[in-house]
Nanobody, 112 residues
Framework: QVQLVESGGGLVQAGGSLRLSCAAS????????MGWYRQAPGKQRELVAT???????NYANYMQGRFTISRDNAEKRLYLQMNSLKPDDTAVYYC??????WGQGTQVTVSS
């Protein structure tokens, strides 16, 4: 059993910034890959960024350098720094661990 608790979502103006956090707890025997995904109304859930235990990162090309994913292995925490937010970034953002566990999601709304 692994529980993921996400926080940091909210309402922000276009061009603003938000920092999302994800804390893992429970039977976290080992954690390798972690990632952020998002889902907007009428669209399927899509990858935002992933990070390996060793710190190797991958980003969806639409991020265009605006987002940064990071992790604290000791604390089992995952972060997503989002800058220069656009209305198209509006979605529910989800934390994922090892392609298996999901958080409850946190709403990000970007107004024009």
């Amino acid at each position: 059993q692994v529980q993921l608790v996400e926080s940091g979502g909210g309402l922000v103006q276009a061009g603003g910034s938000l920092r999302l956090s994800c804390a893992a707890s429970g039977s976290t025997f080992s954690i390798n890959g972690m990632g952020w995904y998002r889902q907007a109304p009428g669209k399927q859930r899509e990858l935002v960024a992933t990070i390996s235990r060793g710190g190797r990162t991958n980003y969806a090309n639409y991020m265009q350098g605006r987002f940064t994913i990071s992790r604290d292995n000791a604390e089992k925490r995952l972060y997503l720094q989002m800058n220069s937010l656009k209305p198209d970034d509006t979605a529910v953002y989800y934390c994922n661990i090892d392609n298996s566990y999901w958080g409850q999601g946190t709403q990000v709304t970007v107004s024009s």
